[in-house]
């Protein structure tokens, strides 16, 4: 891949990672309610799905995805339906499992590691039901793959997208533990809860009428 589109590459891949999507939203409330380091954590269920996704892409088998109707129509479903289930649960979430003094007196009785699990496949599974994830490794990865040395430039390409996807989940995770500080009030937190609820939710059904690109 020539460095010129490399260069090019960079910024349209940061945006991508930084746009506000259902796992942005995820590393926003995890940021809040339990902190920078467990957000990042729980975010690499994410980009094990993503690099599932470069692989899948890289190997041709994303483009056959996407043109099959039946198959693309479940996946959209079925992850429209995750999101808007996690978003209910969300929204639905008491202020007193969410506050940062319910948690700092060990009122939450789940193990670290059990809920780094539970939320690092939140993370996984919000990323593989999302076809726009596919479509962007298959209709925009190619657009700066040098066909010369093309298993090479994608693993390039690849990389640096998971690399930018981590600096992205660090900021929504900074960002998160920020609005945590400033939420730490029970009612205060619940309303954050319920506005990051109402966000995955409406995430779920705009999913639900994403339509299959056409060729």
Not at 144 to 172: K, N
Not at 173 to 179: D, E, P, R, V
Request: net charge positive; hydrophobic share 55%; proline share 3%.
């Amino acid at each position: 891949m020539l460095m010129q589109n490399f260069w090019l590459f960079l910024p349209a891949c940061f945006a991508l990672n930084m746009a506000f999507g259902p796992n942005n939203v995820l590393s926003l409330s995890n940021g809040a309610r339990d902190g920078v380091w467990y957000s990042i954590a729980a975010a690499f269920g994410r980009l094990l799905a993503f690099a599932a996704m470069i692989a899948i892409a890289g190997l041709g088998l994303g483009a056959l995805l996407l043109a099959s109707e039946t198959l693309f129509t479940a996946l959209k479903l079925g992850g429209a339906a995750y999101l808007v289930w996690l978003g209910i649960k969300l929204f639905c979430a008491g202020p007193a499992h969410f506050s940062s003094a319910a948690k700092d007196a060990g009122a939450n009785s789940e193990r670290p590691s059990d809920k780094l699990r539970r939320l690092a496949k939140q993370e996984f599974l919000v990323a593989a039901g999302n076809p726009k994830a596919i479509l962007i490794f298959t209709a925009f990865f190619p657009q700066f793959v040098d066909r010369s040395a093309y298993a090479m430039s994608f693993i390039m390409l690849g990389a640096t997208f998971l690399l930018l996807e981590l600096v992205a989940i660090a900021i929504y995770a900074m960002l998160g533990a920020k609005l945590g500080t400033l939420t730490n009030g029970a009612s205060r937190f619940q309303w954050l809860n319920r506005a990051s609820g109402t966000m995955m939710v409406g995430f779920g059904l705009a999913l639900a009428f994403l339509r299959r690109p056409t060729s």
